[in-house]
């Protein structure tokens, strides 16, 4: 399955894994990109010598392409950055704030740039600056989020920009990657999904929410404050709203929010913490290994695009 992406990044399938802070490791992502994907270690609220670590790790794991995402408004992205450049990995994906004046570090290093953008303008702007993908993500898609859905990223972005586009939000299957494909994108990015591998750390509890969940099991967190945050419905949400529509102030909403992450990732508390997650749970029915996941995702696709030519006739 040849893109602009898969060639680009050197993989064999355009499936990105996506970046879940306290989840995404570097034995999750060395799995993704053993099994033709590419994988992402995620950095937020990490320190540079854990980043070095996983890197290397992930480099011991895997012999293919694997990425760092980059969260701009970490208060250690410099050193993370500094040590992302030194090791050398093959992409970044970079997000929560402006990437550009980044472009130049990371071009002088050698690595490719794949700044995640909400919007139109935003996409045009980076792409002038030089930046190699990008990935759009709709609000389909767990944790941060913005305002615009998938389709109607896919829809007004894709004809305005060359360089391969990334969707993601809501991907979850074959079907997603086929009309993402058809629709003009180089790939997709997959979150959730991953979440419950097997090479997946999520504490345990997190994943059997997860497929114990339905469709309409996940709400948004935060957005009239400007901070929407998509996870699955819990005492925490339930808190967290009610704060929300009584009009709690901000600051006092993020001392709520604060570490609530981590919580339900890490320590397993799935009713206290955020469990975030993305809106497309269904097709999360069992525990499996990574190459098991991606080999679905890749057969389904190729399934839907050889039976598309006939909706023309």
């Known amino acids: 399955m040849q893109t602009k992406l898969t060639s680009l990044l050197g993989i064999e399938y355009p499936v990105l894994q996506g970046a879940m802070a306290w989840i995404s490791d570097a034995r999750m992502a060395a799995a993704v990109s053993a099994a033709g994907g590419a994988g992402i270690i995620a950095t937020g609220g990490r320190e540079g010598a854990w980043v070095r670590e996983q890197i290397r790790l992930a480099k011991s794991l895997t012999d293919k392409p694997f990425g760092v995402n980059v969260t701009l408004l970490s208060p250690?992205?410099?050193?993370?950055?500094?040590v992302i450049c030194e090791e050398k990995v093959a992409f970044v994906t970079i997000g929560a704030g402006n990437s550009v004046p980044y472009f130049p570090v990371f071009d002088q290093a050698g690595i490719k740039k794949v700044p995640i953008v909400p919007?139109?303008?935003?996409?045009?702007?980076?792409?002038?600056?030089?930046?190699?993908?990008?990935?759009?993500?709709?609000?389909?898609?767990?944790?941060?989020?913005?305002?615009?859905t998938t389709m109607a990223l896919m829809t007004q972005v894709i004809p305005l920009v060359s360089i391969p586009v990334v969707a993601a939000g809501g991907f979850a299957d074959g079907r997603g990657l086929a009309a993402a494909l058809v629709m003009g994108a180089a790939g997709v990015q997959i979150g959730t999904r991953f979440m419950v591998a097997e090479e997946c750390?999520?504490?345990p509890k997190f994943k059997e929410k997860l497929i114990a969940s339905v469709d309409t099991d996940t709400v948004v967190t935060?957005?009239?404050?400007?901070?929407?945050?998509?996870?699955?419905?819990?005492?925490?949400?339930?808190?967290?709203?009610?704060?929300?529509?009584?009009?709690?102030?901000?600051?006092?909403?993020?001392r709520l929010a604060a570490g609530t992450n981590r919580l339900a990732a890490v320590e397993g508390d799935i009713e206290n913490g955020m469990v975030q997650a993305g809106q497309s749970l269904l097709p999360l029915k069992k525990i499996e290994p990574v190459k098991d996941i991606?080999?679905?995702?890749?057969?389904?696709?190729?399934?839907?695009?050889?039976?598309a030519p006939g909706l023309v006739k």
């Open 222 to 254: 935060g957005a009239t404050i400007g901070h929407g945050v998509r996870g699955l419905k819990n005492k925490f949400t339930e808190k967290f709203l009610a704060l929300e529509r009584s009009g709690t102030p901000e600051e006092e909403l993020n």
């Open 76 to 82: 250690t992205k410099d050193e993370v950055i500094a």
């Open 201 to 203: 750390p999520v504490h």
């Open 294 to 307: 991606i080999a679905a995702i890749v057969a389904e696709a190729g399934r839907v695009l050889a039976g």
């Open 119 to 148: 919007n139109a303008r935003l996409a045009k702007r980076v792409e002038a600056s030089g930046a190699d993908a990008i990935v759009i993500e709709g609000m389909e898609a767990g944790g941060h989020i913005g305002v615009l």
